[in-house]
């Protein structure tokens, strides 16, 4: 059963990966979310998480901090700090940093 619950950042919660690292803060595992997601990311310059994805469920990626480049849908889109991308179910997306220092974002995905 989902509860309503305040998740701090807690490095020790990191999943440390090759260009950075993922805080997960809101989820099924964290309080019993059931549709929703939450986690930040950090990663380094010229690299990204992971190839461009796609999946079921809409999601929306907020950069914090830094410069990089949104791919949606096969195109590319410069971006930097507070900006939104939405991107709905199925298409392919993606986030590569293409600054000098890192790059912060928040990652807000509907769970299908």
């Known amino acids: ?3 309503s619950c305040i ?6 919660a990191a999943r440390r990966h090759a260009a950075g690292f993922m805080m997960p803060f809101v ?3 964290s309080c019993g979310a059931r549709q929703i997601t939450t ?3 950090v990663i380094d310059p010229g690299q990204t998480a ?3 994805h796609e999946h079921a469920g809409e999601e929306v ?3 914090l901090e830094g410069n990089g480049e949104f791919t949606v849908a096969g195109e590319t889109h410069p971006v930097g700090p507070m900006t939104a991308l939405f991107c709905p179910e199925h298409v ?10 890192p790059i912060k974002y928040v990652v807000f ?3 299908a």
């Open 1 to 3: 059963m989902p509860t």
């Open 7 to 12: 998740v701090p950042w807690n490095e020790a």
């Open 27 to 29: 989820n099924r595992e």
């Open 39 to 41: 986690h930040v990311s």
């Open 50 to 52: 992971h190839p461009p």
């Open 61 to 63: 990626m907020f950069l």
């Open 92 to 101: 392919l997306h993606g986030l590569r940093n293409t600054g000098a220092a």
């Open 109 to 111: 995905r509907v769970v």
